[in-house]
């Protein structure tokens, strides 16, 4: 069984920063591309970012320059730090991870920016 552990979700204002953690445990003997997503009412789940076991990152293009994703492969955790916050990030942030070829999500952490 996998488990996937979120924080850091709450609320700030425009212009501030947020950073989410995600700590993944279990029967775990790898895990491949870790990544977070968000969803915001009235519209589906959209992805932020992922980043794969090496390092390399990929970004939405909405988040280029004010997120940056980190991963602690010692500690399967995987991070978001979120600067520059504006209105439309306001979502629910979900964890992702694929391990071996299943995916597994967190239960989600609400990130709320005000204007």
């Known amino acids: 069984q996998v488990q996937l552990v979120e924080s850091g979700g709450g609320l700030v204002q425009a212009g501030g920063s947020l950073r989410l953690s995600c700590a993944v445990s279990?029967?775990?003997?790898?895990?491949?591309?870790m990544g977070w997503y968000r969803q915001a009412p009235g519209k589906p789940r959209e992805l932020v970012a992922n980043?794969?076991?090496?390092?390399?990152?990929n970004y939405a293009d909405s988040v280029k320059g004010r997120f940056t994703i980190s991963r602690d492969n010692a500690k399967n955790t995987v991070y978001l730090q979120m600067n520059s916050l504006k209105p439309d990030d306001t979502a629910v942030y979900y964890c992702?991870?694929?391990?071996?070829?299943?995916?597994?999500w967190g239960q989600g952490t609400q990130v709320t920016v005000s204007s």
């Open positions: 980043i794969t076991p090496n390092g390399r990152t």
């Open positions: 992702h991870c694929m391990v071996w070829s299943t995916g597994y």
């Open positions: 279990g029967t775990i003997f790898s895990i491949n591309v």
